[in-house]
């Protein structure tokens, strides 16, 4: 483990970062027990220690996420080894580096998918999944990237293969996943279509880059997908529906279209008439990032470091802010994600 001011040297024991001793423990908002917001509690912890290959990070702020919300209720648990707290995202400063660490300095600002452990002060993370913050960000607004952007790059642009000029249907575009998905496909030349709930939500889709917003309590999205594509439908759906989308995702799909499914909120299981799948030749795929290795999840840093932080940096995209609430008030955090009515990102503020 590396010390603050003794680079190549190693010893065991007190480890020190940016000149003061790293305490032995934390705050950390835990899960009392599944249910409601209220069972998200601060616990004092102990702070963790890296091992070979992992970075500890000072965290400066945390984001929240609908994966956040589904643990809270026991309904997706951590994967083997990985915290027991909440929270898929950081951003902080380097405090702590165990063996095996080339890259990254005591000090150093940075950002970080995390598998678990991010409603906290303190959170060691696989040096693989650490990105430098994008230039010019502050730490509210880097620690709003890592679980949406790795998330939309793999499966839109790797599972999903959207290319220049095709088109995209992105259900739920003003959530922290569709802000993020409309930005990307339209820098890299898509065309957009969306789908949400309002006049306000949609509004905002069309100033981040969406060509198409459906209020989908006012209007049929196949109908409308249909109309804005002349009749071919979209190449790449990126759906967090699942339920009776499943049917009408093939309708909307065009011919060899991608359907990626990230998430089930309109329910895990679908009749579908498969006869549509094999006329349109139709993929539908899916995943979830989080149980992945480290190796595949430094692979998609690779890739957003290469091409999309320059697109950050200069400000081309951007994560879209609803709320920023202070780490104690991460059950408050969860009732804005549980009443569907924030636009963008929720973010802890850990000081």
């Known amino acids: 483990m590396q010390i603050a001011g003794q680079t190549g040297r190693r010893r065991t024991g007190q480890f020190m970062a940016s000149g003061q001793k790293i305490p032995a423990k ?32 000072r965290v400066r702020a945390a984001g929240v996420n609908r994966p956040d919300v589904l643990q809270r209720k026991g309904a997706y648990p951590p994967p083997p080894g990985a915290s027991d707290l909440p929270g898929l995202e950081v951003s902080g400063e380097v405090a702590a580096l165990g063996d095996q660490i080339s890259r990254w300095r005591i000090g150093d600002r940075v950002c970080a998918l995390t598998p678990g452990g ?11 999944s650490v990105l430098p913050l994008p230039a010019g960000f502050t730490h509210t607004e880097a620690a709003a990237v890592p679980e949406t952007y790795f998330t939309v790059w793999h499966n839109v642009f790797e599972r999903g293969g959207l290319k220049s000029g095709e088109t995209l249907l992105v259900h ?9 998905a409309i930005q990307l496909a339209a820098a890299f030349g898509a065309y957009v279509v969306t789908t ?3 006049k306000e939500k949609c509004d905002a889709c069309l100033k981040l880059g969406a060509d198409r917003a459906i209020n989908y309590r006012e209007e049929d999205f196949v109908a409308a997908v249909k109309d804005a594509t002349a009749g071919r439908g979209a190449n790449v759906i990126l759906d967090m529906v699942a339920g009776d989308y499943v049917t009408r995702n093939y309708e909307a799909a065009a011919v060899e279209g ?9 329910g895990a299981a679908a009749s579908v008439d498969f006869s549509k799948l094999m006329v349109k030749r139709l993929t539908h795929t899916g995943s979830t990032l989080r149980p992945r290795t480290v190796e595949f999840k430094a692979a998609i840093a690779a890739a957003l470091e290469a091409q999309v932080w320059p697109l950050l940096g200069s400000r081309k995209i951007a994560p879209v802010m609803d709320t920023i609430l202070p780490l ?13 009515e924030h636009i963008g990102k929720i973010v802890l503020d850990v000081g």
């Open 172 to 180: 739920g575009g003003s959530s922290g996943i569709g802000t993020t």
């Open 258 to 266: 991608r359907i990626v499914q990230i998430a089930v909120q309109g």
């Open 118 to 128: 991010g409603y906290a002060e303190y959170v060691k993370v696989h040096a693989g």
């Open 26 to 57: 934390m705050t950390a908002i835990a899960i009392s027990e599944p249910g409601g917001p209220r069972v998200l509690k601060p616990e004092t912890r102990d702070v963790p220690v890296p091992g070979p290959g992992e970075v500890l990070i």
């Open 328 to 340: 104690s008030e991460a059950w408050r955090a969860h009732e804005r994600m549980e009443d569907g």
């Open 196 to 198: 949400a709930g309002s």
